[in-house]
């Protein structure tokens, strides 16, 4: 095995127990601790959520079992993590697989990082790890990301993995008092396998 695929491979040597790891951010399962800070700087942040959510945000107490940060166990559909950066172990954001299809063998993938960790690479580290644990530890056949139109971020980092644009649904998100194009990205596991990103850290 060469240095990038130690790197970038699930199942390399963790920073700590549990831990998938790439090659700059490791993730972990939730933690109690991770809840406030995760609920203050990403739930209570109206605008960032409401583009980031298709349900209206409403005010919900961080320590209420109705916080999307909530601790919970582990769900079929569901596979749920905060997102930590490998040197500190400090917490970067949550990370997620959602809608999983065991049917259909695939999922949706789902990321938002804290305000202090973006701008960093550790969203396309990020989506690359949920890749790797997609499409090797659960053997699905597609992954699929769904974000608003302008979400360069995002759609930057899922593209450097090998998502390809496979369609806009216009008009289709009601933000902040208008509606807004969503794009549609999806991967499916042959071609992460012959893209590289499997094995590298690009």
Same mark, same amino acid.
């Given at each position: 095995?060469?240095?990038?695929?130690?790197?970038?491979?699930?199942?390399?040597?963790?920073?700590?127990?549990?831990?998938?790891?790439?090659?700059?951010?490791?993730?972990?399962?939730?933690?109690?601790?991770?809840?406030?800070?995760?609920?203050?700087?990403?739930?209570?942040?109206?605008?960032?959520?409401?583009?980031?959510?298709?349900?209206?945000?409403?005010?919900?107490?961080?320590?209420?079992?109705?916080?999307?940060?909530?601790?919970?166990?582990?769900?079929?559909? $569901?596979?749920?993590?905060? @997102?930590?950066?490998?040197?500190?172990?400090? +917490? /970067?954001? =949550?990370? #997620?697989?959602? &809608?999983?299809?065991?049917?259909?063998?695939?999922?949706?993938?789902?990321?938002?990082?804290?305000?202090?960790?973006?701008?960093?690479?550790?969203?396309?580290?990020?989506?690359?790890?949920?890749?790797?644990?997609?499409?090797?530890?659960?053997?699905?056949?597609?992954?699929?990301?769904?974000?608003?139109?302008?979400?360069?971020?995002?759609?930057?980092?899922?593209?450097?993995?090998?998502?390809?644009?496979?369609?806009?649904?216009?008009?289709?998100?009601? $933000?902040?008092?208008?509606? @807004?194009?969503?794009?549609?990205?999806?991967? +499916? /596991?042959? =071609?992460? #396998?012959?893209? &590289?990103?499997?094995?590298?850290?690009?």
């Amino acid at each position: 095995m060469n240095a990038p695929e130690a790197r970038t491979n699930v199942a390399a040597a963790p920073q700590e127990a549990g831990m998938l790891t790439g090659e700059i951010v490791g993730l972990r399962v939730r933690r109690e601790e991770d809840v406030p800070v995760l609920h203050s700087a990403l739930y209570d942040d109206v605008d960032t959520r409401a583009r980031a959510d298709s349900r209206p945000w409403r005010p919900i107490p961080p320590d209420s079992a109705e916080s999307p940060y909530a601790v919970r166990g582990p769900t079929e559909g $569901v596979a749920t993590f905060s @997102v930590v950066h490998l040197d500190s172990l400090e +917490l /970067a954001g =949550e990370a #997620s697989l959602w &809608g999983i299809d065991t049917h259909n063998r695939s999922a949706h993938v789902g990321i938002a990082l804290l305000p202090r960790s973006r701008g960093r690479g550790l969203g396309t580290d990020t989506v690359r790890v949920l890749c790797r644990y997609g499409f090797i530890g659960l053997g699905l056949h597609r992954l699929q990301v769904e974000t608003l139109s302008d979400n360069a971020a995002i759609i930057r980092a899922a593209a450097r993995v090998g998502f390809r644009t496979e369609g806009i649904l216009r008009r289709s998100s009601w $933000v902040s008092g208008t509606f @807004v194009d969503q794009v549609v990205l999806g991967q +499916l /596991a042959e =071609e992460w #396998s012959a893209s &590289g990103s499997a094995r590298s850290g690009d």
